[in-house]
């Protein structure tokens, strides 16, 4: 855990191979992360508060009382959709784990930037909250920037690895 730890720091040099893939690995950790946001958010939006909450929005939105069967079925298929969404971070994760790259962290760092600002731009814009409560926007957050760090300790590490290795089979 605590060599975890210490790859996390996108500052800290990478001197040589063992340090490199260690970074290079915590993108998978900050995948991880990814996926327990969206279990919690999967979860709460089970929750009679977020059924609640969407159905202020719709007729907010259409001047409409929403339908309870169709907001029924779209909270089913968000469950699903969601679902899928932790089960394709665990996998990339295991990838990433196994056989790091910089790709990868690249494009989940790029994710978690849009999702950290959809969720800073929601502080602010109650329209784009959905009726989140203010704990579930201010976890996200926490849990994203961890993630972003991680991701960009492991792009950097990835970099690393790359080189020294490149290096090793050019002096072989």
Partial sequence: MTDLIKAMNPTAPLTNEETALAAARVSAVGMVIGAINQVVAGWY?????????AARMVEQFTGQAPDAAAMAQQTQT????????????LILAAVQWRKPNQVLPILFLVLVIWGLGTSLISLFVPA??????????????????????AHIAAIRGASALDKIRTSAAQNY
């Fill in 78 to 89: 968000g469950l699903i959709v969601t679902g899928v969404f932790v089960v394709l971070h």
């Fill in 128 to 149: 784009f909250s959905a009726g989140q409560p203010m704990w579930l926007t201010v976890l996200t957050i926490v849990l994203l920037l961890i993630a972003a760090i």
């Fill in 45 to 53: 939006s089970t929750t009679p508060a977020a059924a609640e909450g």
